[in-house]
């Protein structure tokens, strides 16, 4: 079991844990120098550590920040698939881990983020505390330069009575830091997974202020409110001596007055590679906005799904992979992606849509498809189509035995590897390894059954002919039916075939047991090779399957 993990999950545990030990290093690094280094002694004796806390989460934010558009530079993403040798076979899915890397990247922004506000919050305090009339000895001191000529200040509170809240607002620093926080609070709060099921649209505008977030970033030193004493005044001004004779400054020639500046401005360093790499991203988006999508079938399925087929210029397409939609008559912004159903061995490509948004409500709507109406294709919306993207399914391909589960919607990208896989077996040309498929799909609704249903009786009646019934077999399993439809199943019950499908194969009530299917196919096939794909997003089943499959595929396979 541990073997198969390891396979499975070492490359992303070691990306994690990659990206850990440099931000752990970044901060360690970052915060002793700031704690030792001479030119900001005079600093520390007004802020103290906190003057650490606030340098080490900035340079930690600032590398999150370099990386947190890489994971959705989906162009960057698919180059590197194709381009990269390690990439192939069974590591390239590892790169389809690329929103959990930008999750992960998001969460160290947010916690980096929040150090450092609070620790210059801290600052700010301790600023002001510092002109006050109980400050005394070298903090005084300190506080009181910049008041004569000649003299550069290392406190930007000037007297004890100014607002601090309002010095702050009045400040570069102070403006870009509640426009970086407001940004990044509404980004990370409308990019939970219960915001996105009610609003799709919202999660997808307010994303939109990473713009915002990355301008007012790459600015945002440019107050330079933290100061260090300057290299000039370190070579005429000992800290080590002059720091106890600070009532002599400026009589004593051996102590003169230290002066100080701020640290230029680094972040636009860190994160200047990524957004014109993004923009680049967002350039070649434009450019396939451009290119004619000529659509040449609607379907609008009972349950509630809209078929669409399409054609489009030098378009190939794996099994597996997804687009981004764009219909400019009900939004000129939003993207939508799903997946393929179509197979690459198809004159075109098509998706199926359920509706379950404000957009695909729309696009349901502009495509007058709640009838199973029809148009002909020139008074049909526009559509615009990014991609494809996401790796192919192909790594069923590469064993004898392939399992393929799918949950609810899931199903999508199985449409285009059963159809795959059909093609395939009738080339004459071509030797599949692959000799079985079990395909599982497990869905709440009966009514959901109808689209698919409709492709598995037709692959069910191919085989037939061709005699190759032995290639898939596949399980239906319902989860959710009421009396009524128990009744109606009861009544039609038939033999030959299945009441709610009409496939030769029954459909199964209740959920699977994955523990008796696992070691049935096991026990059928002793000492193959077994590749198991799931299409799932409910995170406690990903669990059950990921514990499930190594124990009992390594009773009777080589996975």
């Known amino acids: 079991m541990m073997g198969c993990w390891m396979l499975n999950e070492s490359v992303s545990v070691v990306l994690a844990l990659s990206w850990l030990g440099v931000n752990l290093y970044l901060f360690i690094d970052t915060f002793r120098w700031y704690g030792e280094e001479e030119s900001f002694f005079y600093t520390r004796v007004i802020l103290g550590s906190t003057l650490a806390w606030a340098r080490a989460s900035a340079v930690c934010l600032n590398f999150n920040c370099m990386l947190i558009l890489l994971p959705i530079s989906r162009n960057l993403i698919s180059f590197i698939r194709g381009a990269s040798i390690c990439c192939r076979g069974p590591w390239r899915r590892h790169l389809d881990k690329n929103l959990q890397f930008h999750k992960l990247v998001a969460y160290g922004i947010a916690i980096n983020a929040t150090i450092h506000t609070a620790a210059h919050l801290c600052n ?5 505390l510092s002109q006050s009339a109980e400050a005394a000895g070298l903090l ?7 008041d004569t000529t000649n003299e550069s200040y290392i406190n930007p509170i000037r007297t004890s009575h100014t607002n601090t809240t309002t010095e702050l607002l009045s400040t570069i620093a102070g403006v870009t830091g509640l ?12 990019s939970t997974e219960f915001i996105r099921q009610i609003s799709y649209e919202l999660f997808w505008y307010t994303h939109h202020m990473f713009i915002i977030f990355f301008i007012s970033l790459s600015i945002h030193g440019a107050g330079r409110i933290v100061r260090g004493q300057t290299p000039e005044s370190l070579l005429l001004h000992n800290v080590t001596f002059c720091r106890d004779h600070y009532a002599k400054w400026q009589a004593a020639a051996q102590c003169p007055v230290p002066q100080f500046s701020g640290k230029e401005p680094s972040a636009w360093k860190w994160v200047a590679g990524p957004v014109v790499l993004y923009a680049c991203e967002r350039v070649i988006r434009f450019w396939r906005f451009q290119q004619e999508v000529v659509i ?8 509630g799904v809209l078929e669409l087929h399409m054609k489009k210029r030098n378009f190939k397409m794996a099994p597996g992979q997804y687009v981004l939609l764009q219909c400019p008559s009900i939004s000129s912004l939003e993207w939508h992606p799903f997946t393929l159903t179509s197979a690459p061995q198809e004159d075109f490509f098509s998706v199926h849509i359920r509706t379950a948004g404000d957009w695909t409500r729309a696009l349901q709507k502009a495509f007058e498809a709640e009838g199973q109406a029809i148009k002909e294709p020139r008074s049909l919306p526009r559509l615009a189509v990014d991609g494809p993207f996401g790796a192919a399914l192909t790594d069923v391909f590469h064993y004898p035995v392939s399992v393929c589960i799918a949950a609810g919607i899931g ?20 030797q599949l390894k692959l000799s079985k498929v079990y395909f599982y799909w497990i869905c709440r609704d009966p009514s959901a059954f109808e689209w698919f249903a409709d492709l598995l009786l037709s ?6 002919e061709q005699g190759k019934t032995h290639l898939l077999s596949y399980h239906i399993f319902l989860t959710g039916w009421d009396e009524n439809q128990a009744i109606h199943i009861a009544l039609h019950w038939d033999e030959n075939t299945d009441v709610i499908t009409g496939l030769k194969q029954k459909t199964f009530y209740g959920r699977p047991n994955w523990n008796n299917e696992f070691r049935q196919i096991a026990y059928n096939h002793p000492r193959k090779g077994v590749s198991q794909k799931h ?5 406690r089943v990903q669990l059950s399957l990921h514990k499930l499959c190594p124990r009992i595929m390594l009773r009777g396979a080589e996975k």
């Open 124 to 128: 700010l305090e301790r600023y002001h």
């Open 140 to 146: 005084a001191a300190l506080s009181k330069l910049g």
């Open 296 to 303: 040449t079938k609607v379907v609008s399925h009972p349950s």
């Open 411 to 430: 199903v999508t990208p199985f449409a285009a590897l059963l159809k795959s896989i059909w093609y395939k077996s009738c080339e004459s040309q071509t």
């Open 179 to 190: 426009l970086i926080s407001l940004a990044l609070i509404l980004i990370m709060t409308s």
């Open 535 to 539: 299409s799932i997003k409910r995170q």
């Open 459 to 464: 692959l069910e009646t191919r085989m037939s």
